[in-house]
């Protein structure tokens, strides 16, 4: 089952997937890779971008194989529908983010008209 909203961590993370997959369906990334194209200041190791990566995995956006190259730890990514249309749809959620914060905006200067409004004729 795909989640409707990642957390932060989770979104960094999805991003430097979707980074690292550059239009492709399958692609290798290692660990120093991933945390590379991340924060610096969020502070991740490789035990924390495991958690995700799983929790990623187990949403639906992408299947996960953890293999060794040259003796390193080397992820086989193969990205799933959910994975491909990640872009799609976190513009998707800010553009709704953007209209809600609008509306709450534009709701609280019409209140503030209103009030002066009564106020004026009240007084």
Request: charged share 30%; hydrophobic share 45%; with cysteine.
């Amino acid at each position: 089952m795909i989640s409707d909203q990642l957390n932060r961590r989770e979104n960094e993370v999805m991003g430097a997937m979707f980074a690292l997959a550059d239009g492709k369906e399958r692609f290798l990334a290692a660990p120093y890779e991933i945390i590379s194209m991340l924060p610096p200041k969020a502070d991740y190791d490789e035990e924390k971008l495991e958690r995700i990566l799983h929790a990623l995995e187990l949403d639906g956006y992408f299947e996960l194989i953890s293999s060794e190259r040259k003796g390193e730890r080397v992820y086989v990514v193969h990205m799933k529908e959910a994975g491909r249309s990640y872009r799609r749809s976190d513009a998707k959620r800010k553009r709704s983010l953007m209209f809600r914060l609008a509306v709450t905006v534009l709701c609280g200067v019409l209140s503030f008209l209103v009030g002066v409004i009564l106020k004026k004729i009240f007084s």
